[in-house]
């Protein structure tokens, strides 16, 4: 634990995290929480690039002195436990199932493995 905290320090991060509200992403993503944050970067999975929308709670850590945008809270309703679900604000969707299908605004385009 001690060695933890040390590394930690010396490398500028606290380990800090706050939530907050997404309150602008033009030209900059700005988030109020604890404080008003500018300039906020967003992190998520390689190859995966996404903003929120303007009223996202935002989940916020620090790290090399700045706070930045780990995500935001999702709807999981009606997803089972290793699922994935990719929802537009416009309301496209792509959605992985964990029997094989794969469905793309409600459409199946791949299905399952068929049980005999």
């Known amino acids: ?21 997404v309150t602008g992403v033009r030209g ?6 604890d404080g008003e944050y500018r300039d906020v970067a967003v992190y998520g999975p390689p190859g995966i690039s996404a903003l929120p929308l303007v009223g996202d709670n935002a989940l ?11 995500g935001v809270r999702n709807n999981t309703e009606g997803l089972e436990p290793g699922e994935i679900r990719l929802r ?3 309301g496209a969707e792509i959605l992985l199932k964990n029997n094989g299908e794969v469905r ?13």
Do not use: C, P
């Not at 001690?2 to 010396?10: D, F, I, T, V």
């Not at 900059?28 to 929480?33: I, L, Y």
């Open 1 to 21: 634990m001690w060695l933890s905290k040390q590394s930690a320090a010396r490398e500028g991060n606290t380990g800090g995290t706050s939530a907050g509200r």
């Open 60 to 70: 916020l850590v620090e790290a090399g002195g700045e706070k930045r945008l780990l």
């Open 88 to 90: 537009s604000a416009g």
């Open 28 to 33: 900059s993503m700005t988030v109020m929480g």
């Open 104 to 116: 793309v605004n409600g459409q199946v385009i791949a299905g399952g493995e068929e049980e005999e």
